[in-house]
């Protein structure tokens, strides 16, 4: 003990190994939860709800029942906040930029009616049912652009609570999923041919993977016009992005100093320029296998479900049990009447 008080030089370097050991912990318990709500998503049922969804279920319930692990905050902090913004990065590369402005500026139109209609009738409808504002906001965007995604990236902008994201990226998955589920079973019965049918699913289902889901038993021009779609509504939170900095910049300046400053959005730089790299370097200067494509795109997608766990854990569901019902029936109602709003005007 006395060569310990004599030597702060070891005291300090073990604090900093400990802190370390406890980082990497950190980040080491999202990751298996995260990939164990990638096994969960492979059961037959769950496989239609996605590992993103599945691993916020483990998240959530592990928080209610052992509480937050405290002594790992750091590292599920670093998942949460940092991972998230490399997987928005790396989301870009799937946004092909060169097929979205020639052969679907006519769809992007659509879009932006799809993200307009959606963020004002969810809050109009939040206000109106007394909802969470800040949830319901984030609703409204994740069902008007990409789902999960969207509020993933829109979350750091708008500062909202990390338990807010979390819910708001469960919901909008499990919700999404149904829906094009839904999509599937009735497209038999539909008077719409492939193409128009691939239109009316990638303007207005929620994200990437439920477009995917909906488009593929109309075959493949349905599926090529609905993520041409789709695309364009992903291409549109760039802008929609800058727009919420610049609202939330002017809401610092008129409610007082004691509203933190808007960072500047950096992950979205490199959005663009993965997405630039994805639509005019890969597959033209660089050649990449299909596998490592494929590699890099389920990378993608396991550190964005290793952030969501980070956020999963934050929230309580005594909290919130109350607090998410109107929101949710905010959203459902705004994407039931999108589907019809976009399917009686094809």
């Given at each position: 003990m006395t060569n310990s008080l004599a030597n702060p030089h070891a005291i300090e370097k073990q604090l900093k190994a400990t802190s370390i050991k406890r980082w990497l912990q950190?980040?080491?318990f999202t990751f298996v939860i995260a990939l164990a709500g990638l096994g969960l998503s492979?059961?037959?049922?769950?496989?239609?709800?996605?590992?993103?969804?599945?691993a916020i279920l483990i998240a959530v319930v592990y928080r209610q029942v052992r509480g937050y692990p405290e002594a790992w905050r750091t590292?599920?902090?670093?998942?949460?906040?940092?991972?998230?913004?490399?997987?928005?990065?790396?989301f870009g590369l799937k946004l092909n930029l060169d097929v979205v402005f020639h052969q679907g500026l006519g769809l992007l139109v659509r879009d932006a009616g799809t993200i307009v209609f959606s963020i004002f009738l969810t809050m109009f409808l939040a206000k109106l049912f007394k909802a969470d504002a800040s949830l319901s906001f984030l609703l409204g965007i994740g069902?008007?652009?990409?789902?999960?995604?969207?509020?993933?990236?829109?979350?750091?902008?708008?500062?909202?609570?990390?338990?807010?994201?979390?819910?708001?990226?469960?919901?909008?998955?499990?919700?999404?999923?149904?829906?094009?589920l839904a999509?599937?079973?009735?497209?038999?019965?539909?008077?719409?041919?492939?193409l128009q049918y691939g239109i009316w699913a990638g303007v207005s289902l929620h994200e990437i993977a439920h477009v995917a889901l909906a488009g593929t038993p109309a075959g493949p021009d349905a599926l090529a016009i609905a993520l041409l779609a789709k695309l364009g509504r992903v291409f549109l939170l760039v802008p929609l992005s800058f727009i919420l900095m610049y609202g939330m910049k002017r809401k610092g300046r008129t409610e007082s100093d004691s509203h933190p400053k808007v960072e500047f959005p950096w992950f979205l730089i490199g959005?663009?320029?993965?997405?630039?790299?994805?639509?005019?370097?890969?597959?033209?200067?660089?050649?990449?296998?299909?596998?490592?494509?494929?590699?890099?795109?389920?990378?993608?997608?396991?550190?964005?479900?290793m952030a969501m766990v980070g956020l999963g854990?934050?929230?309580?569901?005594?909290?919130?049990?109350?607090?998410?019902?109107?929101?949710?029936?905010?959203?459902?109602?705004?994407?039931?009447?999108?589907?019809f709003l976009t399917y009686f005007t094809i």
């Open positions: 950190g980040i080491g492979q059961l037959p049922g769950l496989d239609r709800v996605g590992q993103l969804a599945c590292g599920i902090q670093f998942s949460s906040k940092r991972l998230l913004r490399l997987a928005i990065v790396l069902t008007g652009v990409c789902g999960a995604a969207a509020i993933a990236a829109v979350s750091p902008i708008l500062k909202a609570r990390e338990e807010d994201t979390a819910m708001g990226a469960g919901l909008i998955a499990l919700v999404g999923t149904l829906f094009a999509y599937s079973l009735i497209r038999p019965f539909l008077p719409l041919t492939a959005f663009l320029i993965t997405s630039f790299l994805g639509s005019y370097v890969l597959g033209h200067a660089l050649i990449l296998s299909p596998g490592v494509l494929n590699g890099i795109s389920l990378f993608t997608s396991f550190i964005l479900t854990l934050n929230v309580s569901l005594k909290d919130l049990r109350t607090k998410m019902v109107r929101p949710l029936l905010a959203m459902s109602i705004t994407s039931v009447l999108l589907a």
